[in-house]
């Protein structure tokens, strides 16, 4: 098994991570069209964001309800930074 497959097998495994990671990259997208608003980092922004709900979704149901509240929390705040970009 290579490491690439290695770590999609352990996110697989790992809904809270998932979405951990995902939160993340919202943030770093989020991050990149707050320094360059333009059309497409707004774009690229929104889907990050659209793409971490979805994985917060999956991970709802984990036993770590502070660890997905916390990023729940955390989207929340890069939804609103990137609707003051508009």
């Keep these: 098994m290579s490491k690439h497959d290695h770590n999609t097998s352990l996110q697989t495994q790992n809904p809270i991570s998932q979405a951990q990671n995902s939160v993340e990259k919202a943030h770093k997208a989020t991050t990149q069209a707050q320094s360059h608003p333009t ?12 793409k971490a709900e979805h994985a917060l979704e999956q991970a709802s149901d984990s036993v770590n309800q502070g660890a997905i509240e916390q990023a729940r929390e955390s989207l929340e705040q890069d939804k609103q930074a990137l609707d003051d970009c508009y």
Excluded at 41 to 50: P, R
């Design 39 to 50: 059309s497409i980092t707004l774009e690229q922004a929104e889907n990050a964001i659209t």
